[in-house]
């Protein structure tokens, strides 16, 4: 089954634990980006892969880290995470241009 | 700055009628794509309906369809025969020129039984 997968669903963490949420599509997509969403933000992107060893910065991207080292594959990283940081988080992938297909989300609380 | 415009944050609709949802954008790109996504209660961000600006034809999927008036810059989303489970926000999305989507607020779509 074509998807995209992130783990862990719900996290819970206090500030200043560093913490990864790793991102996985089966799909041989190009394309790879984190989104947070949060009440009355709407969508904002953090960071996008247009491919492996190619990542760009996205609207709100202090704080996170990412990396592609693999087309598959598109962590994000946390090295220091605050409150200010919980959030949903979502990834999704696409062939460059299309439609891009999101994993069911990230919910990060950081007390 | 290339913006997506949802003005209607909520819409509800009876059960069973037609309720169309509005999006404008602004965008100095030649070729773009055009989306509707769903978000239900579960949070699940799901795609709707997709249409290239090339295409002078509506897209229609099933009971969802879109009003593409590319002059206007106007990309609305129609739901024929609405059922409980269209209940979700509707995100508008459009594509620029470095392939990312720029998205609206959102609008929040209620079915009354």
């Known amino acids: 089954e074509a998807q995209v997968t992130q783990n862990p669903r719900y996290l819970i963490t206090v500030t200043g634990k560093k913490l990864t949420v790793t991102c996985s599509q089966n799909?041989?997509?190009?394309?790879m980006s984190w989104y947070r969403q949060d009440p009355g933000l709407g969508l904002r992107q953090i960071y996008y892969?247009?491919?492996?060893?190619?990542?760009d910065k996205g609207d709100v991207p202090e704080g996170y880290k990412v990396s592609r080292k693999e087309k598959r594959n598109f962590p994000l990283i946390l090295e220091s995470p605050s409150p200010n940081q919980t959030s949903l988080y979502f990834c999704?992938?696409?062939?460059?241009?299309?439609?891009?297909?999101f994993g069911p989300g990230t919910r990060l609380t950081v007390t | 700055a290339q913006t997506v415009t949802q003005s209607q944050p909520e819409m509800s609709v009876q059960e069973a009628e037609t309720v169309t949802l509005s999006c404008t954008y602004d965008?100095?790109?030649?070729?773009?794509?055009l989306f509707w996504y769903k978000q239900p209660p579960s949070r699940q961000m799901i795609l709707v309906i997709r249409?290239?600006?090339?295409k002078q034809q509506n897209a229609t999927e099933n009971r969802f369809s879109v009003n593409f008036q590319k002059a206007a810059k106007s990309f609305s989303l129609k739901i024929s025969d609405s059922q409980l489970g269209d209940a979700a926000m509707y995100f508008c999305?459009?594509?620029?020129?470095?392939?990312?989507?720029?998205w609206g607020a959102g609008t929040k779509l209620i079915i009354k039984p």
């Open positions: 249409q290239e600006a090339y």
């Open positions: 999305a459009s594509s620029d020129s470095n392939y990312q989507l720029i």
């Open positions: 999704a992938s696409s062939l460059v241009g299309h439609e891009q297909y």
């Open positions: 892969s247009m491919n492996v060893e190619v990542t």
């Open positions: 965008t100095s790109e030649s070729d773009y794509y």
């Open positions: 799909m041989n997509h190009e394309y």
